[in-house]
């Protein structure tokens, strides 16, 4: 069996917008589309059995949504994991949720080196 351990993907309506912004925000390449549909071909293309598969929430507000989605990605080959936003309030119930719902792990995003040296709010959590 082979596992990849992290991937991202994103809904279809965004994961070109997120991809393109990758590149020409923070100067990252990213393999693939983005798409679960794009993650699955490939895995199939190369023998992967299993992927653990992340969502991100980049802003308090996308938490909920993206977990709902995220989690609804589980089953043939995908792990789904959880996220939680530095600034969302509500995380334990949400952590609870989470696991209720399967998501072992939950992933805590976290900010550029830069965003951190400029947000000192963030220093606290």
């Known amino acids: 069996m082979i596992l990849d351990f992290h991937n991202h993907?994103?809904?279809?309506?965004?994961?070109r917008t997120v991809i393109h912004s990758?590149?020409?925000e923070m100067g990252l390449s990213a393999?693939?589309?983005g798409t679960a549909s794009g993650l699955r071909a490939e895995m199939?293309?190369?023998g992967v059995n299993t992927c653990v598969v992340?969502?991100?929430?980049?802003?308090?507000?996308?938490v909920?949504?993206?977990?709902?989605?995220?989690?609804?990605q589980?089953?043939?080959?995908?792990?789904?994991?959880?996220?939680?936003?530095?600034?969302?309030?509500n995380y334990r119930p949400l952590i609870r949720e989470l696991k209720k719902a399967?998501?072992?792990?939950?992933?805590?995003?976290?900010?550029?080196?830069i965003s951190i040296r400029r947000r000192k709010s963030v220093f606290p959590v």
């Open 9 to 15: 993907i994103y809904p279809e309506n965004v994961a």
């Open 22 to 24: 990758l590149k020409s």
């Open 31 to 33: 393999y693939g589309t």
């Open 44 to 46: 199939k293309s190369s």
């Open 54 to 62: 992340f969502g991100r929430s980049g802003l308090p507000e996308l």
């Open 64 to 72: 909920e949504p993206t977990n709902r989605w995220i989690l609804k």
């Open 74 to 89: 589980g089953g043939d080959g995908f792990i789904p994991v959880g996220s939680i936003h530095p600034f969302y309030e």
């Open 102 to 113: 399967g998501s072992e792990e939950s992933n805590f995003i976290r900010f550029f080196k």
